[in-house]
């Protein structure tokens, strides 16, 4: 059983920076991507941005160039680097684990609880 663990996030005017955190714990499991999806109320979840275990990532075109995601593998940590936010950044983001990989058209392995993000106008 692994539990994924996020901490961050919160209220934050438009243009500011928030970050956000996941661990992973738990016994007896591989994670080997990691990543973020977001839903704010009313709209179809989607995936923000992913990470391997060699530090591979991707991000959705929404987010291209304000987002960074990085992972500490020894820790089974990753973070979410969110900058110049914007109101359409509102919603609850969801941290996501696989044991293979995280994709738009795929149930990830594991979730965490969700964090609310809000970006005031």
């Known amino acids: 059983q692994v539990h994924l663990v996020e901490s961050g996030g919160g209220w934050v005017q438009a243009g500011g920076s928030l970050s956000l955190s996941c661990a992973a714990s738990?016994?007896?499991?591989?994670?080997?991507?990691m990543g973020w999806f977001r839903q704010a109320p009313g709209k179809r979840r989607e995936l923000v941005a992913t990470v391997t275990s060699v530090g591979s990532t991707n991000f959705a075109d929404s987010v291209k160039g304000r987002f960074t995601i990085s992972r500490d593998n020894a820790k089974n940590t990753t973070y979410l680097q969110m900058n110049s936010l914007k109101p359409e950044d509102t919603a609850v983001y969801y941290c996501?684990?696989?044991?293979?990989?995280?994709?738009?058209?795929?149930?990830?392995?594991?979730w965490g609880q969700g964090t609310q993000v809000t970006v005031s106008s």
């Open positions: 738990g016994s007896g499991f591989r994670i080997k991507a």
């Open positions: 996501a684990a696989d044991s293979e990989l995280i994709a738009d058209n795929r149930t990830p392995d594991y």
